[in-house]
């Protein structure tokens, strides 16, 4: 079974750029998630997609970051201007449905620098 | 909001040793999960271990184990018999049990903020 898919694998911008990260989930999966990872925390969720609507975006900074999920399938996360601060691992997970004990697959991530 | 702290910023072990993560949480709920993922620097998370929150015996998987204390809500992960491939950034990790019934959260992954170990030859 393919994992989740996540391009690019890394990506350098200058601030007030604008970046676009791409997620693939695990095949039959209904919720998708993206997390922010900052170098030495924990990842932190910032959107939570249930099929292709939005059920969790309280932690999204929705003025610079926007994400859709298109048909219920892949999925797109934008920063539009980037920030210094935005510098951060961006990880894509997937559950065959949210909450009780179905386990989130995790992709490899998206390591963004700006500059 | 439920908050998950992890103390131990490194840790070290000799390779075959054992060695323990400590993880404490806090919340308000009853039912929930409890998850240690390893993270190395390839960035792939990878679950190890995961803990409900109503079952009493505590989750093994080979030669990982946790000792989970509902009461002090802590949440520790042993590892014996350590080898190199284990060296790796963990984290703690909490989630509502409440899913597709209710809760505003459900779902949703909250993290400390990790240990790196090291695993010594």
């Given amino acids: ?115 | 909001a439920q908050t998950v702290t992890q103390s131990q910023p490194e840790m070290s072990v000799q390779e075959a040793e054992t060695v323990t993560l400590s993880c404490t949480y806090d919340t308000s709920e009853s039912d929930y999960y409890l998850f240690w993922y390893k993270q190395p620097p390839s960035r792939q998370m990878i679950l190890v271990i995961r803990q409900e929150a109503y079952k009493q015996q505590n989750a093994t998987e080979n030669r990982f184990s946790v000792n989970f204390q509902k009461a002090a809500k802590s949440f520790s992960l042993k590892i014996s018999d350590s080898q190199l491939g284990d060296a790796a950034m963990y984290f703690c990790a909490y989630r509502s049990a409440f899913g597709e019934a209710g809760g505003t959260s459900y779902g949703k992954l909250t993290f400390g903020q990790g240990t790196i170990l090291t695993v010594h030859p």
Avoid: M
């Fill in chain 1, 1 to 115: 079974e393919a994992g989740v898919a996540q391009s690019p694998r890394y990506k350098i911008i200058e601030k007030r750029q604008s970046v676009a990260f791409w997620c693939n989930p695990i095949s039959g999966h209904a919720t998708l998630y993206w997390y922010q990872q900052i170098l030495g925390q924990g990842p932190k969720l910032l959107i939570q997609f249930q099929n292709n609507g939005v059920v969790d975006d309280s932690q999204l900074p929705k003025d610079r970051f926007s994400a859709e999920r298109l048909k219920g399938v892949d999925s797109t996360l934008k920063i539009q201007p980037a920030k210094l601060e935005d510098s951060a691992v961006y990880l894509c997970a997937s559950s065959f449905l949210s909450g009780g004990s179905y386990e989130q697959y995790f992709g490899p991530g998206t390591r963004l620098t700006v500059t």
